[in-house]
Nanobody, 124 residues
Framework: QVQLAESGGGLVQAGDSLRLSCVAA????????MAWFRQVPGKERDFVAA????????IYADSVKGRFTISRDNAKNTVYLQMNSLKLEDTAVYYC?????????????????WGQGTQVTVSS
């Protein structure tokens, strides 16, 4: 079992930056691929970004490419999502997720563990 806890969400203005954190506990953090997803009420949970076990070769959704950066610190059991140039449409609950294996994936169904989410609201 892996327990995930997100933090760092909040209310910001369009154009601002925000950094989300997700701390993992329970298993060896470096054994897991980590990802961020987001969800708006009434819609599916969408992929945002994922990073490999050693922090290499991240992948991003097209909607956030060039604005968001995913990174991890295995010594701190933490994965981050740096969000810059935030837009109104980035408003969502952001979830941290973990999966075992070696291949990065944007598929929600392939992630075994999820956090409770943190709200990000971008205002004009």
């Amino acid at each position: 079992q892996v327990q995930l806890a997100e933090s760092g969400g909040g209310l910001v203005q369009a154009g601002d930056s925000l950094r989300l954190s997700c701390v993992a506990a329970g298993q060896t953090f470096s054994n897991y691929i980590m990802a961020w997803f987001r969800q708006v009420p009434g819609k599916e949970r969408d992929f945002v970004a994922a990073v490999n076990r050693n922090g290499a070769g991240p992948i991003y959704a097209d909607s956030v490419k060039g604005r968001f950066t995913i990174s991890r610190d295995n010594a701190k059991n933490t994965v981050y999502l740096q969000m810059n140039s935030l837009k109104l449409e980035d408003t969502a609950v952001y979830y941290c997720a973990a999966r075992s294996g070696r291949v990065l994936s944007p598929r929600r169904s392939e992630y075994e563990y999820w956090g409770q989410g943190t709200q990000v609201t971008v205002s004009s």
